[in-house]
């Protein structure tokens, strides 16, 4: 027990002590940074990671201050992941392709915007739910901010075939279009949800519907037997860790892949990213199962 201790303490805070943090508005939620601070610890960086509750018209002044401090990085969330791109001096290749920013790294004076909630959310799909996506059939509900992400990054998997389905069919119209053009896909409204589903391979919920306390919600209304059995049915949602898509999908002989390790393996990148080290992994997990449960 003592030794845990020890471990967790990590070193002191000293006039070396790197500066991190996350931005957001509201931000008081947020497990960052409990989740970011144990990994600092668990490794032994001397860096401490804080939640700055920064509103819009202070963007600029914060992008600023961070280049004037020489804060080692930050996250962004909502609403800033689309404005900040702005105030930054270089935004990496899939950040640009996911119109978002979620980590910013600072390199000499610059401040570098990636994105990290695509990438983090496959990872966690391969490593988590060990699926292999080259070659699937996945299906896409939602056409917002959080699909964007995931979609860009899925395109890189080599997928046999992405459908976009939404309740508004121009939304995942014009997100289809940005896609790369050797990703076969297809966007669809709802009424074409449940022939999508029939030859799925994976099924990923990229919307709210089903987060707390809107519990009872179905994701455009799908039902779960309309998926093959031993197919992935995936949720971004981690509030709560077991959605309702999720459970029927269960019942219905799916695997299922729930939205905590999106959240985890974000923060993942971003660690590793901004120390060049592996994330401790098992341990981010343990505290954020913990924060979840305060
Ligand atoms: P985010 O950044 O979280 O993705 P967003 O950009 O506002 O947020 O996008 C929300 C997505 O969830 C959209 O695809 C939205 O559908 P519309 O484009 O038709 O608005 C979808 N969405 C949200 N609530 C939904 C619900 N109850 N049922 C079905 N789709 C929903």
Redesign the pocket.
């Known amino acids: 027990m003592k030794q845990t201790f020890a471990a967790e303490a990590g070193p002191a805070i000293d006039s070396r002590t790197v500066l991190y943090g996350v931005i957001g508005d509201p931000i008081r939620h947020s497990k960052s940074p409990a989740m970011l601070g144990r990994a600092f610890r668990e490794t032994g960086v001397n860096a401490v990671y804080l939640a700055f509750h920064v509103t819009a018209d202070r963007l600029a002044a914060f992008a600023e201050g961070a280049r004037a401090m020489g804060m080692g990085g930050f996250n962004v969330t909502i609403p800033h992941k689309t404005a900040i791109m702005a105030h930054l001096d270089m935004i990496d290749p899939t950040a640009e392709a996911a119109g978002a920013v979620n980590t910013v790294v600072r390199r000499e004076d610059k401040l570098i915007g990636f994105n990290t909630d695509g990438p983090g959310y496959v990872r966690s799909l391969k490593e988590e739910a060990g699926v292999e996506l080259a070659g699937r059939r996945i299906v896409v509900l ?6 964007r992400g995931i979609l860009h990054a899925l395109a890189q998997e080599e997928p046999a075939h992405i459908a976009i389905v ?3 069919a121009a ?1 995942a119209e014009a997100l289809a279009q940005s896609l790369p053009a050797d990703v076969p896909k297809a966007a669809l409204g709802p009424d074409d949800l449940r022939e999508a589903c029939a030859d799925a391979d994976i099924v990923i919920n ?4 089903g987060m707390s306390p809107n519990t009872d ?1 179905l ?2 209304g799908i039902d779960a037997s309309w998926m093959k059995p031993g197919a992935v049915a995936s949720d971004i949602v981690y509030n709560p860790m077991r959605t309702r898509f999720l459970e029927e999908a269960e019942r219905a002989g799916c695997r299922t892949h729930g939205g905590l390790g999106m959240f985890i393996y974000q923060g993942a990148y971003a660690f590793e990213y901004w120390t060049g080290q592996a994330a401790p992994v098992a341990a981010m997990r343990e505290t954020v199962i913990r924060a979840l449960g305060q």
């Open positions: 939602g056409a917002g901010g959080a699909a939404n309740r508004t939304r990229t919307t709210s519907a919600e994701p455009l």
